[in-house]
């Protein structure tokens, strides 16, 4: 299965823009489903993450509150709100969903080694 990510652009900000995660596969189905985020010469970053059990989801500090995660179950899709976009937040952001085999436990969302398959990446810049 192949993760499309999309949504991404130029904002100014305070602006919102909302990224897309669609699966290939419309009947691929997984436990949990995450965004991470590259900013230029850093290491990925944990930004949000669902889980199936319960609809539990986490969110990194420097996000809470301004984006939300979000799926959509009849076309497999995933989504981030993000809202009130700072310049900090400029990355390249990436979706990731673990193996349908694969149950995540809350504490192990933030852990990308936790998800199996990653879209190419989608870019969110932030201009001040």
């Given at each position: 299965?192949?993760?499309?990510?999309?949504g991404?652009?130029l904002?100014?900000?305070?602006d919102?823009?909302?990224?897309?995660?669609?699966?290939?596969e419309r009947?691929f189905?997984?436990?949990?489903?995450?965004?991470?985020?590259?900013?230029?010469?850093k290491?990925y970053?944990?930004?949000?993450?669902?889980?199936?059990?319960?609809?539990?989801?986490s969110?990194a500090?420097?996000?809470?509150g301004?984006?939300t995660i979000?799926?959509?179950?009849?076309?497999?899709?995933?989504?981030?709100?993000?809202?009130s976009?700072?310049?900090?937040d400029?990355?390249?952001?990436?979706?990731?969903?673990?193996?349908?085999?694969?149950?995540?436990?809350?504490?192990a969302l933030?852990?990308?080694?936790?998800?199996?398959?990653?879209?190419?990446?989608?870019?969110?810049?932030?201009?001040?």
């Amino acid at each position: 299965v192949q993760l499309q990510a999309s949504g991404g652009g130029l904002v100014q900000a305070g602006d919102s823009l909302r990224l897309s995660c669609a699966a290939s596969e419309r009947t691929f189905t997984s436990n949990a489903w995450a965004w991470f985020r590259q900013a230029p010469g850093k290491d990925y970053e944990f930004v949000a993450a669902l889980r199936r059990s319960g609809g539990r989801a986490s969110y990194a500090d420097s996000v809470k509150g301004r984006f939300t995660i979000s799926r959509e179950r009849a076309n497999n899709t995933v989504y981030l709100e993000m809202n009130s976009l700072k310049p900090e937040d400029t990355a390249v952001y990436y979706c990731a969903f673990a193996r349908p085999d694969k149950g995540v436990i809350l504490s192990a969302l933030p852990d990308r080694y936790s998800y199996d398959y990653w879209g190419q990446g989608t870019l969110v810049t932030v201009s001040s």
